[in-house]
T-cell receptor
């Protein structure tokens, strides 16, 4: 059974701090890893990672994948209160594009 | 304005009743998915469909049923056989089976008492 584990489960920081969220996985057939941000309702797509060692960047967010050690990290620099959300990691298997999600990391950024 | 709509936003039902959650998309996506989310947990796949008139069970299909008679629509029925139906239900779609990015609807929060 495919498994995705995220850590920490929750994190409280102050504005301006830098955070690192972790996602490790055990899957039978790996295709790609996705990061989503969920604020109250629907998750919104952040990054898709397929190749090891190539950093994806969007503003203050960045992510990288290590396919040898089977993990990914999501970094957020200079955090803002608007970054408060649940961050979900999902691994996609090549069979019909099925995704397995982790339990998420709840990030709270205090002013 | 393209997107995925789910209705209703909140739904209350008595135990023993079947209930159907609506999911409609106008993105012309082939693939559609239903997930369940419980507090403090990630998304668990209930059913998915790659094409009209075809669907597959996900990881927690017991007590649920779906249909895919039209490309735009993928309704989920929560039956009385589902032992713990109270949860947040999310519908998603993707362009096709090889596309990994899923677009999510706003969700339906179902409470069964």
């Amino acid at each position: 059974e495919d498994k995705v584990v995220q850590s920490p489960l929750s994190l409280v920081v102050h504005e301006g701090d830098t955070v690192t969220l972790n996602c490790s996985y055990e899957v039978t057939n790996f295709r790609s890893l996705l990061w989503y941000k969920q604020e109250k309702k629907a998750p919104t797509f952040l990054f898709m990672l397929t190749s090891s060692g190539i950093e994806k960047k969007s503003g203050r967010l960045s992510s990288i994948l290590d396919k040898k050690e089977l993990f990914s990290i999501l970094n957020i620099t200079a955090t803002q209160t608007g970054d408060s959300a649940v961050y979900l990691c999902a691994v996609v298997s090549p069979n019909a594009g099925k995704s397995t999600f982790g339990d998420g990391t709840t990030l709270t950024v205090k002013p | 304005d393209g997107g995925i709509t789910q209705s209703p936003k909140y739904l209350f039902r008595k135990e023993g009743q079947n209930v159907t959650l609506s999911c409609e998309q106008n993105l012309n996506h082939d693939a559609m998915y239903w997930y369940r989310q419980d507090p403090g947990q990630g998304l668990r796949l209930i059913y998915y469909s790659q094409i009209v008139n075809d669907f597959q069970k996900g990881d927690i299909a017991e007590g649920y049923s779906v249909s895919r008679e039209k490309k735009e629509s993928f309704p989920l029925t929560v039956t009385s056989a589902q032992k713990n139906p109270t949860a947040f239900y999310l519908c998603a779609s993707s362009i096709d089976r090889s596309s990994y990015e899923q677009y999510f609807g706003p969700g339906t929060r179902l409470t069964v008492t």
